[in-house]
């Protein structure tokens, strides 16, 4: 599976198009062409219909502790500010990120170790001048390094702002110095220690130095960077009317739950889903669509009896990571990750990632499509009586120098009373939280694959096809006259007006048919339907399954509901 394929065909058939392109794109933005819209709408629908409109309230589901309720809510982008303080976001909501003093980009500080590695300029010097021994350390070639340095097409075009290229005499002097020191030291100079001498213009001044991923500069010491989008609610633009595009939809949901439970006859266990927007200024936004600036997410927040919290941690954990696999992601590219207990807030009994081996990612590496964590009554706390401190031992309201809550709550009783047993207690929460754009991409990438097919004159041909489970396909069915002529064209186009009424399909008569063929397999049209002679005789089409290949003859009038049939779900 290559990366670079699936970006292209993306672009190509019109799955996703990088935001603003014709004024040169904004970085972190994308926007859903003709199929990725399709595609990306059944992703989210597969999504609630199987969290909250087909979830059988009435049984207890297997691995569930009991039956339970789900339903939805869809609540604003810009919330009270106030709700990002409790919430926790305002505080502590931030990434480091480091600035390169040449060429002013920003960096995150955690992405610089591999974004180094993939980083072109990295790449060509260590190929020029060092030679890596098998424990890590490396053999520096300083002549290399030097001629490197100067060459136009290697250091000047690739790393412009590496202390190396800028000034090659002075960089590599503290290195030649260093050694005449302690001549032991090649032996110990690791990669990141190598990097950091070429990066040093002026070691005695400035200590070392780390380069810029970008162009090699230096970079400044890491500074908290707050993720949340500013803007500002009314027409004066005080600081008071300072609002944030929100981070997440969780804390839409928290806050509406005592609307949720006082306006309905919902009773605990209850799930509550939203699906929306949620804005991040990410700082280094990156491979293709999993970290942009503008996402959705897939939230639900399911409140319960702090006793069985844990119970249903584990529901939710298996669930969630059923849902891919029914999807078809369901290979050794898929894994549940268990935080370590090190990793967990102390009021957290447990949380885990559900991850994909993206093409994009070094072998052995996974991305995160979905966290499902326990909360405990931490949110619904921190809203009612003010942020808590998450260090607190118990849970305890985070204080100000004034000695009053750092971050007011709203003073609203947020507990629930059960009414059969008349106990009153603040519900915990688990929360599962997907990425409708990383589902997305992983469906995309899961699906991509090319196999033999033969072409329209029998031939064996490289195929390249996305096999999407058809819930998820953007198009569902092809409807084809086999010639444009002898009344095939009519019958195809009721057949397609038929099946249009329920499913997104279409509907081609151009080319040969083995080329229309290929160009629903590489959009992952499940089923192609084609009229052709004997149709016209015995009212019989061919419908062609994508994957095997295989065509089979069926009634005309069946199209629809053997099209229902098939896509299920
Ligand atoms: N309410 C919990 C929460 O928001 P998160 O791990 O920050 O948790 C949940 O986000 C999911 O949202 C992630 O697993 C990922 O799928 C998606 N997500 C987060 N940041 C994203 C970004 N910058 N671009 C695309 N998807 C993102």
Redesign the pocket.
């Known amino acids: 599976m290559n990366m670079e394929s699936i970006v292209s065909l993306c672009k190509r058939r019109g799955f996703l198009f990088q935001a603003s392109e014709i004024y040169g794109g904004l970085n972190g933005f994308w926007d859903y062409g003709p199929l990725g819209v399709e595609l990306k709408r059944n992703v989210k629908e597969a999504w609630w219909q199987d969290m909250v409109q087909r979830h059988d309230d009435l049984s207890q589901l297997p691995g569930s502790p009991s039956p339970f309720s789900m339903t939805g809510i869809d609540s604003t982008i810009i919330q009270h500010p106030q709700i990002w303080k409790c919430s926790g976001h305002y505080d502590l909501f931030c990434d480091h990120m480091q600035t390169c003093r040449q060429c002013k980009k920003l960096v995150r500080s955690d992405h610089i170790p591999d974004m180094l590695r993939n980083a072109d300029w990295f790449q060509s010097f260590v190929e020029s001048c060092c030679i890596k021994r098998p424990d890590g350390t490396v053999e520096f070639l300083s002549p290399a390094a030097f001629d490197w340095a100067r060459a136009r097409k290697l250091g000047r075009r690739l790393a412009p702002g590496l202390a190396l290229v800028r000034n090659p005499e002075l960089t590599l002097s503290w290195l030649a110095e260093d050694l005449q020191n302690d001549p032991t030291l090649p032996s110990r100079l690791s990669m990141t220690e190598l990097l950091q001498y070429m990066a040093t213009l002026q070691k005695k001044q400035t200590g070392f130095q780390s380069p810029c991923p970008h162009c090699g500069g230096d970079l400044t010491d890491p500074r908290e960077f707050n993720l949340m989008f500013k803007t500002t609610v009314g027409a004066l633009g005080d600081e008071d009317d300072t609002a944030y595009l929100r981070p997440?939809t969780?804390q839409g949901i928290f806050v509406n739950f005592k609307n949720v439970i006082d306006s309905t006859r919902y009773r605990l266990p209850l799930g509550i889903a939203q699906v929306g927007k949620s804005f991040?200024n990410?700082i280094t936004p990156r491979n293709f669509?999993?970290?942009?600036r503008e996402?959705e997410?897939m939230?639900c927040e399911f409140f319960c009896h702090p006793d069985s919290s844990a119970e249903w941690y584990r529901y939710w954990r298996d669930r969630r990571m059923q849902w891919y696999r029914d999807l078809g992601i369901a290979g050794d590219r898929l894994r549940l990750r268990e935080h370590e207990p090190e990793e967990l807030s102390h009021y957290s009994t447990g949380t885990a990632d559900i991850e994909y081996a993206f093409p994009f990612l070094a072998d052995g590496e996974f991305g995160?499509?979905?966290?499902i964590a326990h909360r405990g009554d931490f949110d619904l706390r921190s809203h009612m009586e003010g942020k808590l401190d998450e260090k607190s031992r118990p849970l305890q309201v985070q204080l100000g120098p004034d000695g009053k809550p750092k971050w007011r709550g709203s003073g609203k009783d947020l507990s629930y009373r059960d009414d059969l047993t008349n106990e009153k207690y603040i519900p915990h929460v688990i929360?599962p939280?997907?990425?409708a754009?990383?589902a997305t991409l992983a469906f995309i990438c899961e699906a991509f694959s090319e196999d033999q097919a033969p072409d329209e004159d029998g031939k064996m041909q490289t195929r390249s096809v996305l096999k999407f489970h058809p819930r998820l396909a953007p198009v569902k069915a092809a409807v084809f006259p086999l010639v444009k002529k002898d009344g095939m064209p009519e019958m195809a186009k009721e057949i397609y007006l038929a099946l249009k009424k329920e499913f997104n399909v279409f509907y081609d008569e151009k080319a040969a048919v083995g080329r229309r063929y290929r160009r629903q397999d590489e959009i992952g049209t499940p089923y192609c339907i084609t009229v052709d002679g004997q149709s016209l005789t015995d009212g019989t089409v061919t419908i062609r399954d994508r994957d095997t290949l295989e065509q089979v003859r069926i009634k005309a009038d069946d199209c629809l509901a053997t099209v229902r049939q098939k896509i299920g779900g």
């Open positions: 997440e969780a991040r990410e669509t999993f970290r942009s996402f997410q939230e995160e499509l979905e966290g929360e939280s997907a990425g754009d990383r």
